[in-house]
């Protein structure tokens, strides 16, 4: 799934700077705000390494400017900084080329920018800032896509690293963007404790103070605490008058709008919307779009003008629904079941209703207050302590509680088929999605178990072997190796386990994942084997998929032919293929041009070959073995979809 959606993603955004530089030669860059206006004044006046910096000083300024505007920018500032290639520069400029992707509306692209350079900047101490600043852009990228768990969790994380940096920016950065992305689920009462923190933490700043007080006045909004609301509102619009940021002013008149809505002041919301909609005109933004229209759609409601407010609603949702915008369908489908209410439209009001509870229940699941709260808790306690809390596992109760586990998971499986067929009727499909989850989320808990449980207690192990062998005053030499021997085993052991967490973690595997992941495995056993040439062949006309157990029998197969060819071969070159066809057929293939063996010979020991053909069967594909010495030998698994998978 990554390399199609890396494929995917290449092609798109080549297509969005053609597209982008194509417009920008016809299109004027109006003027936007006194500020942006000087920059682009002193970037016409500068020349060289000055005018770089400006550029840099024109992007900060992306809340005040169209998406196009901002890509003129950014692709000025690659080619000047091409000349100068400042490091920094660098990483500045794909952060606002990934903003530029968001804005048009591209999340899933974004986030494939941000985690490659949240990677190439992990560890760099020069640029913590920026690294910092692509996590918690993630998040915020995240937020958007409705997968708030994990947003929270990014955020935490930052918090931390950004605690430890003594970052403010990114401290503030990530304090708000929790508290958002708790609003997000309305869970206000969390979101308000966070945003006050961001709020004190951003006062030095005030371009960026705007956002925690914007927020702080849509939670008090939503708790109906409409002084609190206004305050904080009339605050966060006249810091971002004196700042000049377009964004947040709209947002501003958008949450006024809410609150005097909410006073029954119908004249003054008409007015903050209209205020809001004409800057959003000027800047553009899909995900604040569908929040205008929501808004919008709720005026229309309380104004009596409830076709206008049917009609309004139902083109926001269908922008959300392409952009996946979750959350703000649930706030989109409110705003529509009150105009069906205004218009005494009451079959459609108890549609949208119904609609609104299965939304509302699906985003719950995905995102419990209950997951929430244990990351919270995790952070405190790691923030509180500021030490790694060394435990000692016993292995065997652990074991019993991992096949414990096992066994509760068969029980439920069979419990679920048993319910199934007693209703595969009416709850046919339920009882499908149920046996799915309930499958993933064991499958997910018996990966975090293994994780946090073997996994840590073989990486203690290993450590503590190290530590002995760095004091050989006191060994022997074989005991000294015996000790390596051990060390070895338990990372191979880690290792293993790895790839064992990565196939349970999801129920399905395509073959493009699969291959990504050999290529890591080959890549890392060709490490200072300058005498083996690697030679990868790939083509994929369908998209196949494994589910867990099929990847990692797969993986494991192809893990020993490749170790096999690089270890005893003695070949110069190792050829790797994936292939899978329209008609639904695959294969996987490891061929080196090495001394080969005899394949009818019985070898002592060869459990290799033998597990090779176990998992081949388990997979229900077919194993061939072809070598002739002093000629190579190949290790090929093959299979075909049946028409049910088809």
């Known amino acids: 799934m990554i390399h199609l959606l890396k494929k995917r993603f290449r092609l798109t955004y080549s297509v969005m700077i053609t597209i982008g530089l194509l417009c920008l030669s016809v299109i004027p860059l109006s003027a936007q705000t006194v500020k942006v206006d000087s920059l682009r004044f002193k970037m016409a006046t500068s020349a060289g390494y000055q005018k770089l910096e400006v550029l840099i000083n024109l992007c900060k300024e992306r809340n005040s400017m169209p998406g196009d505007s901002l890509l003129k920018y950014v692709l000025i500032g690659d080619s000047l900084n091409s000349i100068y290639k400042n490091v920094r520069f660098t990483y500045e400029i794909e952060y606002y080329k990934t903003c530029y992707v968001q804005i048009e509306g591209n999340i899933d ?6 985690n490659k350079f949240i990677e190439e900047l992990k560890g760099n101490k020069q640029l913590v800032d ?15 896509n409705d997968k708030i768990k994990e947003a929270i969790a990014l955020d935490f994380e930052a918090l931390k690293e950004a605690e430890l940096a003594n970052d403010s920016i990114s401290i503030f950065g990530a304090q708000n963007s929790i508290g958002w992305a708790n609003m997000e689920i309305s869970n206000y009462t969390e979101a308000i404790i966070w945003l006050k ?18 927020n702080l006045a849509a939670c008090y909004n939503s708790i109906h605490k409409n002084d609190s609301a206004l305050y904080y509102i009339d605050k966060a619009l006249s810091l971002g008058k004196v700042v000049e940021d377009l964004k947040s002013l709209a947002n501003g008149y958008a949450i006024k709008s809410d609150i005097l809505l909410d006073i029954k002041d119908p004249e003054g919301a008409e007015e903050m919307m209209m205020k809001g909609i004409d800057i959003r005109k000027q800047i553009g ?6 929040s205008d229209m929501y808004q919008l759609g709720l005026f229309y409601a309380n104004t009596h003008q409830c ?32 105009n069906y209410k205004a218009c005494n439209n009451y079959i459609g009001y108890s549609d949208v209703l119904n609609k609104l509870i299965v939304l509302k229940d699906s985003l719950y699941k995905k995102n419990s207050a ?6 919270q808790t995790k952070y405190e306690v790691e923030n509180k302590e500021k030490i790694i809390i060394k435990q000692d596992y016993d292995l065997v109760k652990r074991n019993y509680l991992i096949y414990g586990s096992m066994v509760l998971f068969v029980l439920a499986a069979i419990i679920t088929v048993l319910v199934f067929k007693q209703n595969k009727n009416k709850q046919a499909n339920q009882a499908i999605r149920a046996v799915s989850m309930a499958r993933e989320n064991e499958r997910k808990r018996i990966a975090a178990e293994l994780h946090d449980n073997i996994g840590t207690q073989l990486s203690y192990i290993s450590r503590k072997i190290e530590y002995m062998i760095a004091d050989q005053a006191s060994l022997t030499e074989k005991h000294v190796q015996s000790l390596q021997d051990i060390t070895g085993s338990a990372r191979r052991s880690i290792s293993d386990l790895r790839e064992t967490i990565w196939a349970l973690k999801k129920e399905n595997i ?92 019985q070898y002592e020991n060869n459990f290799g070959l033998e597990n090779m053909e176990h998992r081949a069967r388990e997979t229900g594909g077919t194993l061939l073995i072809k070598s002739i010495e002093g000629a190579g030998t190949t290790i090929l698994i093959h299979g075909q979809l049946t028409d049910a998978e088809l």
């Open 197 to 214: 923190k961001a709020e004190v933490q951003s006062r030095p700043f005030p371009k960026y103070n705007i956002y925690p007080l914007s």
């Open 370 to 375: 209950e997951a929430l709260a244990e990351m």
């Open 285 to 290: 933004d899909q995900f604040y779009v569908v």
């Open 130 to 144: 920026i690294y910092l600043r692509f996590k918690t852009y993630k998040a915020a990228l995240l937020i958007r």
């Open 510 to 601: 395509s073959i493009n994942d699969l291959s990504d992941r050999i290529k890591v495995f080959v890549h890392q056993q060709l490490e200072g084997q300058q005498n083996i040439q690697l030679h990868i062949n790939e083509k994929i006309e369908r998209p196949i998929h494994f589910t867990s157990v099929e990847s990692l029998n797969i993986f494991r197969i192809l893990q020993e032919a490749i170790h096999n060819a690089i270890k005893h071969s003695n070949g110069s070159n190792l050829n790797l293929s994936f292939e899978s066809f329209s008609d639904g057929r695959w294969s996987i293939s490891v061929r080196d041009n090495g001394k080969g063996f005899e394949t009818g010979k």
């Open 307 to 338: 076709e206008k407010g049917i009609a309004i609603c139902k083109e926001g949702l269908s922008i959300a629904d392409s952009f996946n915008f979750s959350a703000k369908l649930i706030i989109l489908y409110k705003a529509l079941a009150e």
């Open 109 to 114: 692209s974004a986030i494939v920018l941000s």
